[in-house]
């Protein structure tokens, strides 16, 4: 609860010396700073919409300084990333791309430069374009080697990096550059959220490796330490959340369920629409399916999807809620239903790359609901058509 109340009450501060700096002007230094920090509050807050609308602004009114400046760029670099929270990946990515290039006038090692390449190696990943990510981190990675081993910077590009790799499929390297990250950072306190995080990354590498008793023990001592933050800070829930999506990859599916059920609960107080609180769900929902509760997955989906309709068609948090509950619907013997929503989220990715991981996906689990229903032929077209994209 007092996480959520600073939070509130930053905001609301921020607000209010926004709401005073109105009587300068509108490219005054002070004012856009205040409104560049208030939209980072929103977007922590997941006030998306109104960190995107209020970052675009000063963005707008920043585009007298040179192209070049420091501070327009920065605020370009933070629309960036409020696209990317917005689910607007093809513009952060865009915008990301033109902050990049006009850095190469800066040295190779140089903070900002290195910063961008970073976080649009992150859009890239978030764009399916996983080997642009992972081609692009290697390169900051390698740049930052003149970095103290235990530099922030050089140990979180390692971080994205395995990220990115087990993204790639490149498992193996993923969790040995991440037991790498994690053993440079045994001289931190046990408590460290940088610390935290790594292991936090190791358990998904390990369970992304098949190590899952590996990655449940690791999450568990997250867990455990994490218990002196406060119940509802947003990282004891991310890793209370991981947790249980370990155990049930275990088979600890009552534990999964239990540990989600918590984690709904204390999310209970952000707003409706926050995207942890959906994604929390989303997670429960599919705790339920595997536990046989498919009648309470059905519900829990439908109530995610009816409250995401707010977001653009083709977000992909929307698309990937619209595809679980499709699935969950096919489970529950609601095949009509299934197929009609997997066309649906089919159609909308068609903008993607034809060989985007989500718009495989979804092609797959259609075919699977066109055998369901009897449509053999349709399946099977679609199938002819996946293998040779996949070739």
Known sequence: MRSLVLMEQMITLLEHVVKVQEKLAEDHPSRLASQHALAGAYRANGQ???????????????????????????????????????????EAVTLLEH????????AEDHPSRLASQH??????????????????????????EKLAEDHPSRLASQHALAGAY??????????????HVVKVEEKL??????????????????????????????????VKVEEKLAEDHPSRL?????????YEANG???????????????????????????????????????????????????????VQEKLAEDHPSRLASQHALAVAYEANGQVDEAVTLL?????????????????????????????????????LELTIGLARVCM
């Open 48 to 90: 998306v919409d109104e960190a995107v609308t209020l970052l675009e602004h000063v963005v707008k009114v920043r585009e007298k300084l040179a192209e070049d400046h420091p501070s327009r760029l920065a605020s370009q670099h933070a629309l960036a990333g409020a696209y990317r929270a917005n689910g607007q990946v093809d």
């Open 99 to 106: 902050v990049v290039k006009v850095e190469e006038k800066l």
């Open 119 to 144: 976080a649009l190696a992150a859009a890239y990943e978030a764009n399916g374009q996983v080997d642009e990510a992972v081609t692009l981190l290697e390169h900051v990675v390698k740049v930052r």
């Open 166 to 179: 087990r993204a790639n499929g490149q498992v193996d390297e993923a969790v040995t550059l991440t037991e």
């Open 189 to 222: 306190t046990e408590d460290h959220p940088s610390r935290l995080a790594s292991q936090h990354a190791l358990a998904s590498a390990y369970e992304a490796n098949g190590q899952v008793d590996e990655a449940v023990t690791l999450l568990e001592h997250v």
């Open 238 to 246: 991310a890793s209370q959340h991981a947790l249980a999506v370990a």
């Open 252 to 306: 600890q599916v009552d534990e999964a369920v239990t540990l989600l059920e918590h984690v709904v609960k204390v999310e209970e107080k952000l707003a409706e629409d926050h995207p942890s609180r959906l994604a929390s769900q989303h997670a429960l929902a599919d705790a339920y399916e595997a536990n046989g509760q498919v009648d309470e997955a059905v519900t829990l989906l439908e109530h995610v999807v009816k």
């Open 343 to 379: 066309e649906h989220v089919v159609k909308v990715q068609e903008k993607l790359a034809e060989d985007h991981p989500s718009r495989l996906a979804s092609q797959h689990a259609l075919a699977d609901a066109y055998r369901a229903n009897g449509r053999v032929d349709e399946a």
